[in-house]
């Protein structure tokens, strides 16, 4: 059974926001792990259609399409967004039925994603 945050305050915590934003990098040492980033765009942020955890993974998703196309797993969210593998799976097929990304094919037995969230564009 997965946990489904209901407030803003409650998917913060469960993808562990808090803890990332309330250290600066001038008070602990960054990792070269910890380097990695993700933008989330304005359109992306602002979509009230999105609950927050779909936010992030849509986010991310974005971000990976952008260099190439997006080849992660739904491990990779989990891990990375805290989260079990298959409320990723619930949150891709909701992400497909609004329309937010597309499952566009298959290369060495990984499935494509495209994220539908570009605004005609490449971020």
């Known amino acids: 059974m997965s946990f489904k945050p209901n407030t803003h305050e409650e998917a913060m915590q469960l993808l562990g926001v808090q803890d990332i934003l309330s250290v600066s990098h001038e008070e602990k040492e960054v990792t070269p792990e910890e380097r990695h980033f993700f933008i989330m765009p304005f359109h992306i942020a602002n979509d009230h259609s999105l609950s927050i955890p779909e936010r992030f993974l849509l986010s991310m998703i974005n971000s990976l399409d952008k260099e190439d196309n997006c080849y992660a797993t739904n491990r ?41 969230s570009h605004h005609g564009k490449k971020y």
């Open 76 to 116: 990779y969210f989990a891990d990375i967004l805290g989260v079990s593998i298959r409320y990723i799976s619930e949150m891709i097929a909701t992400l497909k039925n609004k329309k937010k990304l597309a499952i566009v094919g298959r290369y060495k037995n990984r499935r494509i994603i495209k994220s539908l």
